[in-house]
């Protein structure tokens, strides 16, 4: 017979957008609610609402990008370039700043892992 390992619970994985109605209906006795003190709880409020406009602007530059495609006809005058699309840099900046957001959240937030 096998013995259970112990330790930490595994992280219990909560979506971004149902995090917060999820720390809301914690139990008071459970070990993510004993350590979330109210300023914490600011910080992650803030952080969601950053995700949500990030959310946005992803979904947007996707849609500039599949209309555009990766690359680009730039004409500027008689000059004729192919140069990438500057959506695509963006999105990759916005989606390096969402995930460094969701990491702050799982920093504040021991025993809980967002996923997006």
């Known amino acids: ?7 930490r619970p595994k992280n219990v994985k909560v ?3 149902s995090l917060l109605e999820y720390l809301e209906t914690l139990p008071a006795e459970s070990y993510v609610a004993r350590n979330l003190t109210p300023d914490k709880m ?7 609402e950053e995700l949500g406009y ?20 730039f004409v500027q005058g008689a000059q004729r370039l192919r140069r990438a699309n500057p959506s ?4 990759h900046k916005t989606l390096r ?20």
């Open 1 to 7: 017979m096998s013995q259970k390992k112990r330790g």
């Open 54 to 73: 990030l959310e946005a602007m992803l979904s947007r530059l996707k849609e500039d990008i599949d209309r555009h495609g990766e690359v680009e006809d």
């Open 42 to 48: 600011i910080w992650i409020k803030r952080y969601v």
């Open 15 to 17: 979506n971004v957008r």
């Open 97 to 116: 700043t969402y995930r460094g957001l969701v990491n702050k959240i799982n920093e504040i937030l021991q025993g809980v892992e967002v996923v997006w």
């Open 88 to 91: 695509v840099d963006m999105y």
